[in-house]
T-cell receptor
Framework: EAGVAQSPRYKIIEKRQSVAFWCNPI?????LYWYQQILGQGPKLLIQFQNNGVVDDSQLPKDRFSAERLKGVDSTLKIQPAKLEDSAVYLC???????????FGPGTRLTVT | KQEVTQIPAALSVPEGENLVLNCSFT??????LQWFRQDPGKGLTSLLLIQSSQREQTSGRLNASLDKSSGRSTLYIAASQPGDSATYLC???????????FGQGTTLQVKP
């Protein structure tokens, strides 16, 4: 069974530029999560989808971050414009349903200079 | 607001030793609790999932326990090996959405 796929694996941008990350969850998983992990900290949930609907986006900085999961399968997370403090690893995870065991992708390491 | 704490932040042990990693949480109304392993520069690998109605789960040399009333979970690693060296993260599932609240992790080094 294929795991959670993410791309790109690494990205370096200058502040005020925009960037997008892509995630393809495990086939059949209805719930998709985006987490931000700053160096030395545990991951923090940014947004959670159930199929193509948003379940929780309470910690998403909506003035600069956006995410979508239009067909209920893969998802994109966008940052525009980026700030220095956005430097982090962005992790995508999926689970079969709400509250299920979460499986994580390899992450995208973003460096904002 | 749920808060998850892991102590110690770092641990170094000789190979072969049995060890316990600790996780505490402030709100006992949890949905589940999950232990993960993270290798440097990599994503998270799920080790064990304990549902709120369960007391423990075992997988190979790993055993995780859950005590909701005291707000604690432990991850027991038997006969540690250098390959166990990694950061171990505890995450509590809150509410009925499965949202995970993570601790900051314990970085384990097992010396040959």
């Amino acid at each position: 069974e294929a795991g959670v796929a993410q791309s790109p694996r690494y990205k370096i941008i200058e502040k005020r530029q925009s960037v997008a990350f892509w995630c393809n969850p495990i086939s059949g998983h209805a719930t998709l999560y985006w987490y931000q992990q700053i160096l030395g900290q545990g991951p923090k949930l940014l947004i959670q989808f159930q199929n193509n609907g948003v379940v929780d986006d309470s910690q998403l900085p909506k003035d600069r971050f956006s995410a979508e999961r239009l067909k209920g399968v893969d998802s994109t997370l966008k940052i525009q414009p980026a700030k220095l403090e956005d430097s982090a690893v962005y992790l995508c995870a999926s689970s079969f349903d709400l509250g299920g065991e979460q499986y994580f992708g390899p992450g995208t390491r973003l460096t904002v200079t | 607001k749920q808060e998850v704490t892991q102590i110690p932040a770092a641990l170094s042990v000789p190979e072969g030793e049995n060890l316990v990693l600790n996780c505490s949480f402030t709100d006992s109304a949890i949905y589940n609790l999950q232990w993960f392993r993270q290798d440097p520069g990599k994503g998270l690998t799920s080790l064990l999932l304990i549902q709120s109605s369960q007391r423990e789960q075992t997988s190979g040399r790993l055993n995780a326990s859950l005590d909701k009333s005291s707000g604690r979970s432990t991850l027991y690693i038997a006969a540690s090996q250098p390959g166990d060296s990694a950061t171990y993260l505890c995450a509590v599932g809150s509410g009925n959405t499965g949202k995970l609240i993570f601790g900051q992790g314990t970085t384990l080094q097992v010396k040959p």
